[in-house]
């Protein structure tokens, strides 16, 4: 058990197919997104949730509309606190920029919190080709890491796996006795990273979102790891998106509410950790270098071209656990960073290079279900039919989907040729059905997707207009009766 079962390479039907032949998956994602689905609503209905996700979404707007000056003043206000501000146009850029800190200040090893944003450009994998040793110290994280995965949720990186699983990893990487008690899991996993914070020379972490008046940089944690992260080592790196930037402190607790709301369905989790800058000289602890990375990595696009929507995402997850397509295939079967409805929406917007990225706006059933979940009122539903527009303007769609459209307009626009085209489709799958003994058992491509696992019941023999009709004439017939009599 050492690689994930879903090659993230692989084409996006066979990501999928592998991930629906996984028992084990569909087992641990149930529980797993059931759970936090149930956790979230009881956690947003014990405040006035209508009313919080309508503030933040307002908070938010603003922040879309007012981005550029946000920006400054963050910079502006860390480098007064003595920190230092470095802009990355890519995730390449952001991997050299913290190889040079690293390189700089002699570091061997890195300690990272959770974050997304190293995740997007592949930060571990710059640093150890370089010959540092990289440790992850969120416990889910590092499990992960142990068994060389990626994770598969926004929130929780090892929903994927079943406790059995996660055992089994721990037994084979770090030599613990079999056990299932998460405890003792836990407590063997904190032993093991008490010693890598206290041997790290630089911190690396995302940011769930950065004050620009107080140029503040947060991390919202359960686990104490962010403080430690950002507290022990002598360097100190935050990455973080262009979009994770708030206005002010009072915006910060509002968003930090609906994050832990929406999250893991707490009032507020465990630790909240603000760096302004490096430590003080009165200062008891704190990193002697302070970094902040902004990176872009195609969000400046995604705002010229009217997908800055997407970007008040504040990466709670919630979206991911009511999707029914998520909760069926998993964060690997994507083949992306962020996985689920937003990660359908800003894979294939970001720079990502992502195999079949472009048939991620399909992996929807449109049902709505995460837009009526998100803390911001984000309309996913709405961006993906836009992405599937942009495909079918930039004539990227599938060619059997433009003719097969195309020949349901030009049907629908005829009364005459809706109906005879009814008339041949009862027809002709009536006639099959006879020779296969009640149903369809096979149908030619793309049908042959349906029929593969359940049979196709043939249309009705007598339209609901042919019923209706004779329904009409019937009543007519039995009005005049009665009036002859």
């Keep these: 058990m050492t690689t994930t079962t879903i090659d993230l390479h692989a084409p996006y039907r066979q990501r ?53 000056d946000l920006l400054e003043e963050l910079e502006s206000n860390i480098t007064a606190n003595g920190g230092q501000v470095h802009w990355a146009a890519t995730g390449a850029d952001v991997n050299q920029i913290v190889l040079d800190i690293a390189r700089r200040t002699n570091v061997k090893k890195v300690i990272k919190a959770k974050s997304m944003a190293t995740e997007e450009v592949h930060l571990n994998h710059a640093l150890e080709e370089a010959g540092m040793t990289v440790v992850e110290t969120d416990l889910g994280e590092y499990i992960i890491q142990l068994n060389q995965e990626p994770p598969s949720h926004i929130v929780a990186p090892v929903i994927h796996r079943r406790l059995e699983d996660i055992a089994a990893i721990l037994q084979e990487k770090l030599d613990m006795p079999p056990t299932l008690d998460p ?40 686990e104490g790891n962010g403080r430690l992260t950002s507290g022990l080592p002598r360097v100190y790196v935050a990455v973080m998106g262009l979009e994770k930037i708030v206005p002010t402190v009072e915006d910060a607790f509002l968003q930090y ?111 709505a279900a995460c837009r009526d979940a998100c803390p911001v009122k984000i309309d996913l539903p709405r961006l993906l039919v836009d992405l599937r527009a942009d495909q079918v303007d930039e004539g990227e769609a599938a060619w059997f989907d433009t003719v097969a459209m195309r020949g349901f307009m030009e049907t629908m626009k005829s009364r005459a040729r809706y109906e005879s085209a009814g008339k041949m489709a009862s027809l002709g799958s009536n006639a099959l059905a006879a020779l296969m003994g009640g149903n369809i058992k096979f149908m030619p491509p793309p049908l042959s997707n349906w029929t593969q696992s359940r049979d196709f019941p043939p249309f009705a023999r007598r339209s609901f207009r042919e019923l209706w009709r004779e329904r009409q004439a019937r009543r007519k017939e039995i009005s005049g009766e009665r009036i002859a009599t």
């Design 183 to 222: 405890q003792e899991m836990t407590a063997l996993a904190r032993a093991k990273l008490r010693q890598e914070f206290l041997t790290a020379d630089m911190g690396v972490s995302g940011c769930n979102f950065a004050i620009a008046e107080m140029g503040t940089v947060c991390i919202v944690t359960n």
């Design 257 to 367: 509410q609906a994050l832990c709301r929406s999250a893991t369905g707490q009032q507020t989790t465990i630790y909240l950790n603000m760096t302004s800058g490096p430590r003080q000289s009165d200062d008891a602890d704190g990193p002697d270098e302070f970094h902040l990375v902004i990176l872009d990595n195609g969000r400046t696009e995604m705002l010229d071209n009217g997908y800055g929507e997407a970007l008040m995402c504040i990466r709670c997850g919630a979206c991911l656990n009511v999707c029914p397509v998520y909760r069926e295939i998993g964060g690997h079967a994507y083949g992306s960073t962020y996985s689920g409805p937003i990660g359908a929406v800003i894979t294939p917007l970001l720079h990502l290079e992502v195999t079949d990225d472009e048939k991620l706006p399909h992996a929807s059933s449109l049902c």
């Design 16 to 68: 999928v197919k592998d991930a629906l032949g996984n028992p084990h998956l569909k087992t641990a994602l149930a529980r797993a997104t059931g759970r936090m689905a149930i956790q979230r609503t009881a956690a947003m209905t014990a405040v006035d949730g209508e009313r919080l996700r309508s503030q933040v979404r307002q908070m938010k707007e603003y922040v879309i509309r007012h981005l550029p």
